[in-house]
């Protein structure tokens, strides 16, 4: 069975930085594409951030271009979402997501439990 499970989330001040991690198994790691996406209070789910099976290539939602950078590692079945310079507006439920292929088109069939961002001063 797949499992998907997020760290790395807790409490920051505006302008710093974070960094989660997801630690995936049951199933194929490298050959799948991964995402992040969170919830923030009051809002649906979004879209955050993409990254090929081989992690050649990477996407990011507008809201986090220039801030955020997805990687993974292949050889220990993580990935990773350094955040920095963080907004009060990042304050969400973040979770890791496995994509349906090696392209992160947003389709998902898995994805964790999620791990808590918040900023706040």
């Known amino acids: 069975q797949v499992q998907l499970v997020e760290s790395g989330g807790g409490l920051a001040q505006p302008g710093g930085s974070l960094r989660l991690s997801c630690v995936a198994s049951?199933?194929?790691?490298?050959?799948?594409?991964m995402s992040w996406a969170r919830q923030a209070p009051g809002k649906g789910l979004e879209w955050v951030s993409g990254?090929?099976?081989?992690?050649?290539?990477?996407y990011y939602a507008d809201s986090v271009k220039g801030r955020f950078t997805i990687s993974r590692d292949n050889a220990k079945n993580t990935l990773y979402l350094q955040m920095n310079s963080l907004k009060p507006e990042d304050t969400a439920l973040y979770y890791c997501?496995?994509?349906?292929?090696?392209?992160?088109?947003?389709?998902?069939?898995?994805w964790g439990q999620g791990t808590q961002v918040i900023v706040s001063s």
């Open positions: 990254i090929y099976s081989d992690g050649t290539d990477t």
């Open positions: 049951g199933f194929a790691f490298r050959s799948f594409a």
């Open positions: 997501a496995k994509e349906v292929g090696w392209y992160p088109k947003g389709e998902y069939d898995d």
